[in-house]
Structure formats: structure tokens, C-alpha cells
């Protein structure tokens, strides 16, 4: 069996050439593998030709094929030329053929990255895989999101087409870089014997020594921690690329000082890094403290925007809503929620639409939350969205991650200057169960100022939602005293 994967991951997505650029992509990839990249000479195209050269040679040339062989050979070849041409989908599918017939090869064609496109775009690259399947003996796979394929199978070509259906778990993101991991030290391992160290860009000095180190501090980062693992995975809302890119992210903040690590361990001491430190890395990046307007992966979701003042909680009362709802239903389409019912939802509770949009947009932008086509993310009436793998984890770092929220306290734009000042005077002193604990306070003050749930069955979720944030955060004791302190002015 052949196998050509043929990947698209920088085209535009313009559905007027997708099947021309698919064309191309396709001849290339197979002169690459059978003609080492080159075209094919004049036999090679009278064999993919032949069925066209025996018909000629008895039919419509027969004469001149009996009394000047060059001449028709010529003939032939305009012919040849002429279809590869102009024909070149034609050309594939001839091609795709005499890997069958001349070379005793099975074509299996693979079209990744579809699901990073529109609705329509796939659809147009799996009815090219259909053409392609329909015309030569193969093996053709389209991969999908389980979410994709769930809405294709609803309405677009899957409902005309006979299929088969393999589902493949994507990967967590800690066995992902396990995998990494292991082929670093598989690779120095290899090379030990052949060279002793690297060079890289401004004299930059790398032995082997270093790498396997580092790859031990991966390894302890990554593999050893689920913390961590679990995390980025959920953040990047389980795509691969997203989660390396979170990873690099830990990996090279200042929080980790990874050189020193790497010196730990070639001291042959045990490498161990702290969870705080793991949480900071994740959190901070590359700063020393959280920069929203930096951070691609982690948001904010108990700030509110100037303009529209509103709970600091309202976020998290969607998340809330969209979860309860995933949970509750039986099917995927389930989990999708209209916005104009989020609306009708979360206004008896005091809000507006307009604020509920201006959240929801928000959480659109960080991906906390999805749209029913991933590609667009606009905010209107009909819009249909879901609960992300994000999203879950911003909801969960919310009610049990105390360096997350500790970070937010120190970080979030507070109504009260007052509020403001004690939570900086307490940092001050490092009391951070004190900081975190007032800091809730206060946000289940401006909720209870802004926000009122009704009484209902229905908003039962919404009640235990605030329940459970001031139970895990609030110290009574201590937000007496802190409370008691503003007010004297001490």
C-alpha cells in the first residue's frame, strides 16, 4: 500500500480553487513518489496512457500506426500532452490507476486538516475525496472533529454518501510530549558517541549533557504531573498545536528557571518543581504577573468591561448555564444553546441583553465557549453555542485553583478603591488566603448588587454556582476583621 497525505494547513480556504489547488497538490505528491519529482518520459505516459494507445493504434490512427510508427507516435504524444494539461484531474485519476494496474499498489489518499475550515469548505474537500473513490479502487480518509462529523452527518454529504466511520481519541497532551520526551532521550542516547555538543544561532554552546537534562525536566513538568498535563490540554481545548504552544509557554517563563533545573538534576540531585511555580508559569508566561491583553489562553473571567458595568459573576453564570445544559442532554446538539435563549435566561436576573452579548463575546474570544460552525464567531440572536474544554477549565480554576485566583485578585479591575487598597495591603504581608478570601467577598457583594437569582428549579445551577465560590474562598473570621479594618481607615 502507497499512502500520500496531502496537507493544506496554509491555504486560505477559498472554495472557488479548493479543487484545482486539491488537483495539483495530488499530481505533485505522486510524480514526487513515483518519478523522484520529476515528470514522467514517454514510455512512463504511453503505459499510463496505454488503454488510449490501443485504441488509437486499431481504431482511429490505424493506419498511420501500420505505416509510419514515428509519425504516429508523435500524434500521441500532442494527444498525452495535451490531456495532462488541460485535464489534470483526468490526469490524477489515470495516475491513481496505474498504481493499480502497472505498479500492484493500493492508493491511499489522505486530506488532513479539513476540520480547521468552514462547513462548506469540508464539505467540498469530502466530495473531492468521494470523486476520487468512486473512480479508482481506494483508500481515501477525511479527518474530522467528532463535532464536525456530527454536523455533516445532519445535513451535507454524508447523508448522500456511503461511509465508514473510524474515531480516534485525540491524544492528551501529556502523553503527546511523554512521546516527545522519549525520542529526545532516544535520539541523545544515539548520539552520544558521535558528538559531544551543539551549536546554535550567537555562539549559543549545547552539550548533550543539557539536553537530557532538559528533557528530564520535561519529563518532570509534563509527564510525572497531571496538574499541568490536564490543564493545557483542557486550555487548548485539546488541539495539539495549541497545547505545544501553551507548553512552550510554561517551558520559557520566568517562574520555572529552567536553566537552574537543568542544573539540579546534572548535579544529580532529584528535580522537583513546585506546584505554585508549575501554576505561575502557567498562568504568568513570560511576565511576572498575569497580562490579559498578552494571553491567548487564560482570561480574566471575573473582570467587567467599563463600559458595561455589571456582576463580575456573569461569566461564569453562562459557563454555568452551558454546562449544566451539556450534561443534561443526550446528544451533541443538545449542548447547543441559541443566544437569544441565553438572554431570556439570564435577564429575569437583572442583566440586558446587550451585557450578556458583550460577555459572551468575551468568552468566544478566549474559546471558552464554541459556535455550532467554528467559524463564526459572531454574536447574534440565532447564534447557537456550547461549553469548551476551556471553558470547563476556567470554571474549575475559578472554584479550586488558589494560585489562579490569588493572581486575579492582585490583578482584576475592582469598582472600590477601598477593596483595591486592603487586597494590596494584605499582599503586602503575604497573607494570601486573606487576599483571595476578601477578594471574593467582594465579587459576591457586586453579584448580590447586580444580579438576583430567582427562586426557580430552573436557576438551581446558578444557585449552587454561588454557593460553592464563596464556601471555597470566603473566611468569615478574617473578612470581619479585614472589612472592619476599612472601615476605621486603619
Request: glycine share 4%; hydrophobic share 40%; charged share 25%.
Given at each position: ?86 485535464d489534470k484531474y483526468g490526469y490524477v485519476i489515470r495516475l491513481l490507476h ?236 443538545d449542548a447547543y444553546v441559541p443566544i437569544e435563549e441565553i438572554e431570556a ?146
Amino acid at each position: 500500500m502507497s499512502s500520500h497525505s496531502y496537507r493544506y494547513g496554509r491555504l486560505i480556504g477559498d472554495l472557488s480553487t479548493i479543487q484545482t489547488w486539491i488537483t495539483t497538490r495530488v499530481l505533485e505528491e505522486i510524480e514526487r513518489s513515483f518519478y523522484h519529482g520529476q515528470s514522467p518520459d514517454y514510455d512512463e505516459l504511453q503505459g499510463i496512457f496505454f488503454r488510449d494507445y490501443v485504441r488509437w493504434s486499431e481504431g482511429e490512427l490505424q493506419h498511420l500506426y501500420q505505416s509510419d510508427r514515428t509519425a504516429f507516435k508523435i500524434e500521441f504524444g500532442r494527444y498525452m500532452q495535451q490531456q495532462v494539461q488541460t485535464d489534470k484531474y483526468g490526469y490524477v485519476i489515470r495516475l491513481l490507476h496505474h498504481a493499480i494496474r502497472g505498479r500492484q499498489l493500493l492508493p491511499c489518499v489522505v486530506f488532513d486538516n479539513t476540520d480547521q475550515f468552514s462547513q462548506q469548505f469540508q464539505e467540498e474537500v469530502f466530495q473531492y475525496a468521494q470523486a476520487i473513490f468512486r473512480a479508482v479502487l481506494s483508500f481515501v480518509i477525511v479527518p474530522v472533529t467528532d463535532r464536525t462529523l456530527w454536523r455533516l452527518s445532519k445535513a451535507g454529504p454524508l447523508q448522500s454518501y456511503t461511509t465508514k466511520t473510524f474515531y480516534l481519541p485525540v491524544p492528551p497532551a501529556r502523553e503527546v510530549l511523554a512521546k516527545r520526551v522519549e525520542f529526545i532521550k532516544r535520539k541523545t542516547d544515539e548520539e552520544q558517541t558521535q558528538r559531544a555538543e551543539y551549536f546554535f544561532a550567537r555562539g549559543i554552546r549545547l552539550s548533550i549533557e543539557n539536553i537530557i537534562g532538559f528533557a528530564a525536566c520535561l519529563e518532570e513538568m509534563f509527564v510525572n504531573n497531571d496538574y499541568v498535563g490536564r490543564r493545557v490540554s483542557w486550555l487548548a481545548n485539546l488541539d495539539i498545536r495549541r497545547s505545544l504552544e501553551l507548553t512552550h509557554r510554561i517551558v520559557t517563563s520566568p517562574s520555572i528557571a529552567i536553566e537552574e533545573l537543568v542544573a539540579t538534576y546534572l548535579s544529580k540531585r532529584f528535580v522537583t518543581i513546585p506546584r505554585f511555580k508549575l501554576g505561575l508559569a502557567l498562568i504568568l508566561g513570560g511576565y511576572n504577573f498575569f497580562n490579559g491583553a498578552e494571553s491567548n489562553y487564560i482570561d480574566d473571567v471575573l473582570s467587567i468591561r467599563k463600559d458595561a458595568v455589571t456582576s463580575p459573576l456573569l461569566k461564569l453564570s453562562i459557563l454555568r448555564l452551558l454546562i449544566d445544559r451539556a450534561n443534561q442532554g443526550r446528544d451533541v446538539a443538545d449542548a447547543y444553546v441559541p443566544i437569544e435563549e441565553i438572554e431570556a435566561y439570564l435577564e429575569p436576573m437583572g442583566t440586558t441583553a446587550r451585557i450578556i452579548d458583550l460577555a459572551i463575546e468575551d468568552l468566544l474570544k478566549f474559546r471558552m465557549v464554541e459556535p455550532y460552525d467554528p467559524n463564526d464567531d459572531r454574536v447574534y440572536s440565532t447564534q447557537k453555542i456550547a461549553i469548551a474544554y476551556s471553558g470547563r477549565m476556567h470554571m474549575e480554576m475559578c472554584i479550586h485553583d488558589d494560585i489562579f485566583m490569588r493572581q486575579m485578585a492582585l490583578r482584576t479591575r475592582l469598582r472600590s478603591h477601598d477593596t483595591a487598597e486592603e487586597i494590596r495591603r494584605l499582599h503586602s504581608t503575604r497573607a494570601w488566603t486573606k487576599v483571595t478570601s476578601y477578594f471574593v467577598q467582594y465579587l459576591v457583594d457586586e453579584d448580590a448588587r447586580f444580579l438576583r437569582v430567582p427562586n426557580h428549579q430552573s436557576y438551581l445551577g446558578q444557585m449552587q454556582l454561588r454557593e460553592e465560590f464563596a464556601a471555597r474562598w470566603i473566611v468569615r473570621d478574617e473578612i470581619m476583621v479585614a472589612t472592619t479594618r476599612v472601615m476605621h481607615g486603619s
